[in-house]
């Protein structure tokens, strides 16, 4: 989808606009101009910012969003968002966007809950709100200004091709910018879990059968010996099946 020539012309004089603010801030900068002068030109930068991203929203951007292609390269997918339902999980989308391409990205995404123009702290601060419902929550970031909220999450995902900063902040990190990952990485741990909820009752089981009969004199020690080498087999043998474990993508 291509927007009409009269409205790239427009946009490209709004972004010429906006080139030139910033260089006035550049210039503020070098020359060591008061701190209120060079916060009130980058609000002036931002607000101009924003105006031109409603103008391209307002001009048939959010059907650009509305395509797959691009929605998948954003990141977001309706399908990985309604598996983390299936798994019983409350999804809910932080953004420092405006409430306008925030609307457009979590209807695309399948999100009925977003928040919108929220600032790096505020995210952390939003988080800790939802620790305080009960019940864990995880964190998904990429850039540096989800650093502070992937610190505070009881789980926290990285993006691989994120900022080093979130990555250092995060448990995990995702090797493709992929959300599904965060579906698999749940789906794999409940299948470790499962693994060693197994070997524990191997374990058990070994010992509520060996040792009153170790105690009793019936059970010989190199059959003793032999038993336990099996049982630690038996646990190895177990833990190796879940390298057959598969993506269910």
Request: hydrophobic share 50%; net charge negative.
């Amino acid at each position: 989808m291509q927007l009409p020539e009269d409205i790239t012309a427009d946009l490209l004089r709004r972004l010429a606009r906006i080139e030139g603010q910033v260089r006035g801030v550049q210039a503020m900068l070098t020359d060591g101009r008061e701190c209120r002068e060079i916060v009130a030109q980058l609000s002036a930068v931002g607000k101009a910012v924003d105006q031109v991203g409603f103008k391209m929203l307002a001009t048939g951007m959010a059907a650009c969003l509305a395509n797959p292609d691009v929605a998948s390269k954003s990141g977001f997918d309706l399908e990985e968002v309604e598996r983390l339902r299936e798994h019983g999980i409350r999804v809910v989308m932080l953004t420092g966007d405006n409430a306008a391409t925030a609307a457009a990205i979590a209807a695309e995404a399948g999100i009925a809950e977003f928040r919108a123009g929220v600032l790096p702290g505020d995210k952390a601060a939003a988080i800790n709100e939802l620790k305080s419902c009960g019940g864990l929550v995880a964190m998904v970031g990429d850039g540096i200004n989800d650093a502070p909220a992937l610190a505070a999450a009881d789980v926290s995902f990285a993006i691989g091709a994120g900022s080093d900063a979130a990555v250092e902040a995060a448990d995990l990190t995702l090797i493709r910018s992929d959300l599904m990952g965060v579906v698999d990485a749940i789906a794999l741990s409940a299948a470790t879990l499962g693994k060693i909820r197994q070997n524990l009752f191997f374990a058990f089981i070994y010992n509520v059968m060996g040792i009153p009969l170790a105690a009793l004199g019936w059970l010989n020690p190199v059959v003793a010996g032999a038993a336990m080498a099996m049982s630690s087999v038996s646990v190895v043998s177990n833990s190796l099946l879940l390298k057959r474990w598969r993506s269910g993508r």
